[in-house]
């Protein structure tokens, strides 16, 4: 990677890491409900700086998702993101997975295909998080909340938190790759 490349990770990497650790900023926690934006810098790095550079920022957002989960995790949920399987892994696999996409899809400057990308790849990190929870937290939940039926517990989940996570990002990756394309320009 290029100096000018390697600041603009450094600078992904660290608004991630900000989202991540204040509060109610990157994670917000509203009830039982947990909206994330913290996959947004992922998409950026994949739109911008390709494979690598959404793989690593994928790679910190689940470190710091498991940072948060261990140090205040607000519900028996977010305990189980206290395994880097559940929150790490998936995030990983979801920066890499942004990667190819962006790398498919941002051909031109278009603020519906930003839209499309940003909602897209929100649904692929829920879904992946949603296997790692499954292969990796269905017991704990059954245990703790007493989730007998994981299936309707994740489409319940699903319904509610992802569609809404998705539309923001889409929204959110429109008006700031349009940004972002204007500095690029200058």
Same mark, same amino acid.
């Given at each position: 990677?290029?100096?000018?490349?390697?600041?603009?990770?450094?600078? =992904?990497?660290?608004?991630?890491?900000?989202?991540?650790?204040?509060?109610?900023?990157?994670?917000?926690?509203?009830?039982?409900?947990?909206?994330?934006?913290? !996959?947004?810098? /992922?998409?950026?790095?994949?739109?911008?700086?390709?494979?690598?550079?959404?793989?690593?920022?994928?790679?910190?957002?689940?470190?710091?998702?498991?940072?948060?989960?261990?140090?205040?995790?607000?519900?028996?949920?977010?305990?189980?993101? /206290?395994?880097?399987?559940?929150?790490?892994?998936?995030?990983? =696999?979801?920066?890499?997975?942004?990667?190819?996409?962006?790398?498919?899809? /941002?051909?031109?400057?278009?603020?519906?295909?930003?839209?499309?990308?940003?909602?897209?790849?929100?649904?692929? !990190?829920?879904?992946? /998080?949603?296997?790692? =929870?499954?292969?990796?937290?269905?017991?704990? =939940?059954?245990?703790?909340?007493?989730?007998?039926?994981?299936?309707?517990?994740?489409?319940?989940?699903?319904?509610?938190?992802?569609?809404?996570?998705?539309?923001?990002?889409?929204?959110?990756?429109?008006?700031?790759?349009?940004?972002?394309?204007?500095?690029?320009?200058?």
């Amino acid at each position: 990677m290029k100096t000018k490349e390697l600041t603009k990770l450094a600078m =992904l990497l660290a608004i991630t890491i900000l989202l991540g650790i204040i509060p109610n900023i990157g994670i917000i926690q509203i009830g039982i409900i947990s909206l994330t934006i913290l !996959h947004i810098p /992922v998409i950026i790095a994949g739109m911008i700086l390709g494979i690598n550079g959404s793989a690593v920022t994928g790679l910190v957002f689940g470190l710091t998702s498991f940072f948060v989960a261990s140090t205040r995790g607000a519900t028996p949920v977010d305990l189980l993101f /206290v395994n880097p399987l559940v929150s790490v892994l998936p995030r990983f =696999l979801f920066g890499i997975i942004t990667g190819l996409i962006c790398k498919k899809f /941002v051909k031109k400057d278009d603020a519906v295909t930003y839209g499309l990308i940003g909602f897209t790849c929100s649904i692929i !990190h829920t879904i992946l /998080v949603y296997i790692a =929870l499954y292969i990796w937290g269905q017991k704990t =939940l059954q245990i703790e909340l007493g989730v007998f039926n994981f299936f309707k517990y994740l489409v319940g989940a699903i319904s509610i938190n992802s569609i809404i996570e998705a539309i923001v990002a889409g929204v959110i990756m429109i008006g700031l790759m349009k940004g972002i394309k204007k500095l690029k320009t200058r």
